[in-house]
Structure formats: C-alpha cells, structure tokens
C-alpha cells in the first residue's frame, strides 16, 4: 500500500490566494483526519472525518478554512483567502475505523505550506 | 476535556546514555488510548506505539520501553543506550473511545550527540 498520499509537499502562495491542500488516504480507511503543525502551537486537529462525514471541525481556525471528503478516496483542504499565519505544515491522517484494533493513524508526508 | 503535556521541550544526551520523555495526560473518560509518535528531521510522523486504558502493562521493543502508570495519568518512554538516530521529536497522544480525537502534546525534542 502507498500509504496516505498528500499533494502537493510544497506551497508557496501570495497572500490572499486561494489555496488546496489534498489527501488521499489509505484504501479501506474509514476515518480521516486533518492536522495543522507550527512551531506555536504544535499539532493542532483541524478536522475529523469519519465515514465522509465531517464529525468535529471545532478545530477549524475560522471560516477561511474548509475541509471536504467527497468520497471515501480523496479529501481537500481549503484556505481561502490565504494568510501570512496560515503558514504551516499540513498533515493528513487515515485510519482504519473505531475499536482499539484500529484506533492506528497513519500519517502522510505532509504539506508544507507558505503564504508570503 | 482532554489534554496531553509533555513538560520536556527539549533534551540532549550523548550517545548511549538512557533518556526517558515523559507524557502526562488528562481525560475523564475510563476508556482511552496513548500512543507515542515519533517525527524525525524528514518530518514525517512514525507510529511507535499505542496502548489502551485497560492494560497498563509495561512493554518494551528493542531499545524501547513504556511506563503506562494511571495512577499518576503517566506514559512515559524510554530509550537505552541512544543512539544518533534517535535523534527527533517525540509526540505523546490521547483519544478517548467517546471523542474519538486524536489529541497530541506538543512535541519533546531530543537530541542525541556522539
């Protein structure tokens, strides 16, 4: 298996530009989750898909941030507008599903996001 | 609410000395699980190891060890003999079976040195 696969591993992108950030997690993965990493703050959970479905975005910074699971293969991340303090590195996580056996999250390369 | 703290930053040793990073967590739920990651320079986050609330066996991998005590809400983890490699920043985590949340520390930074 490839593991989770997040495009693209750089970003670099003016100021109020729209930005995505893509993943595509592990096939047969249930769960898929979205982090935010800054030397600040540290992993920060974005947002947590379960089934497709958005169950907790409360980590979500504010509306210029949205998050999409159209299907059980792919999910965006979007910024728009994009700001200096956006400027981060993005994780995408895939689990297998609920229940100890599967409670492993597997992480992707990342995305390294800069907003000048 | 759930909360990890891991008080060390950062931590240097020499080669083959043993160091332990300590994991404190908070959580009211009975039914939860720890985890340890590790991210080394190249970024990427590497699953060490998990363990739920129920089983607060001790175990060790290799050079690894893990201290799971709930009395004192503890997960710590410990290297023998580092080595070079070791070198990276270690993350605790926290999720518990009702939040399903994966919440990290912030992170310990060792550095090992020859």
């Known amino acids: 298996d490839a593991g989770v696969i997040q495009s693209p591993r750089h970003e670099v992108t003016e100021m109020g530009q729209e930005v995505t950030l893509r993943c595509k997690p592990i096939?047969?993965?249930?769960?898929l989750f979205w982090y935010r990493q800054t030397m600040m703050r540290g992993l920060e959970l974005l947002i947590y898909f379960n089934n497709n479905v958005p169950i907790d975005d409360s980590g979500m910074p504010e509306d210029r941030f949205s998050a999409k699971m159209p299907n059980a293969s792919f999910s965006t991340l979007k910024i728009q507008p994009s700001e200096p303090r956006d400027s981060a590195v993005y994780f995408c996580?895939?689990?297998?599903?609920?229940?100890?056996?599967?409670?492993?999250?597997?992480f992707g390369q990342g995305t390294r996001l800069t907003v000048v | 609410a759930q909360k990890v703290t891991q008080a060390q930053t950062e931590i240097s040793v020499v080669e083959k000395e043993d160091v332990t990073l300590d994991c404190v967590y908070e959580t009211r739920d009975t039914t939860y699980y720890l985890f340890w990651y590790k991210q080394p320079p190249s970024g990427e986050l590497v699953f060490l190891i998990r363990?739920?609330?129920?089983?607060?066996q001790n175990e060790i991998s290799g050079r690894y060890s893990w201290n799971f005590q709930k009395s004192t809400s503890s997960f710590n983890f410990t290297i023998t003999a580092s080595q070079v490699v070791d070198s990276a920043v270690y993350f605790c985590a926290l999720m518990t079976y009702n939040t399903d949340k994966l919440i990290f520390g912030t992170g310990t930074r060792l550095q090992v040195f020859p």
């Open positions: 996580a895939s689990r297998p599903g609920q229940g100890y056996e599967n409670t492993e999250a597997f």
């Open positions: 363990r739920n609330s129920f089983d607060e």
């Open positions: 096939s047969g993965h249930n769960s």
